[in-house]
């Protein structure tokens, strides 16, 4: 019976190789949006945009709504809720107002906070 346990809980080397790509793909999702939040925020807080501002605003948002995710798969690969928060964040900000009091900054200094802690944790196991 304990012989049967043991093979069921063994990842094959496929399965570990497919979390692996997964987690880098989130990676670089996540670092993505910590650079494109806060230009979205700033973007989305003025009252006037140049063209050029506009056009970025506009890519901005397709990006963001091109990726469809279940946001538990960060709680599952990473132990963070850190989808929830982008996807917060975006949301937050691209619903803003501007010269209305709103809560896309607290939104995006919850993502960015989190983002913080998991690059440490990153740094922590790319040492490994």
């Not at 979390?19 to 999702?29: P, W």
């Not at 996807?87 to 900054?105: L, M, N, Q, Y």
Request: aromatic share 8%.
């Amino acid at each position: 019976m304990e012989k049967k346990l043991a093979r069921r809980t063994i990842m094959r080397s496929v399965a570990i190789q497919q979390v692996n790509d997964a987690t880098i793909v989130m990676r670089h999702f996540i670092e993505l949006s910590a650079r494109l939040l806060p230009f979205f925020n700033e973007l989305s807080s003025k009252e006037h945009l140049l063209p050029r501002e506009a056009s970025d605003r506009k890519k901005i948002i397709e990006v963001f709504e091109s990726y469809n995710f279940d946001t538990s798969t960060s709680l599952i690969l990473m132990d963070s809720t850190i989808l929830d928060s982008i996807k917060d964040a975006f949301s937050s900000i691209e619903k803003r107002i501007p010269g209305e009091v709103t809560d896309a900054d607290s939104a995006l200094d919850r993502f960015l906070n989190q983002h913080q802690e998991l690059v440490k944790n990153w740094q922590l196991t790319d040492c490994n």
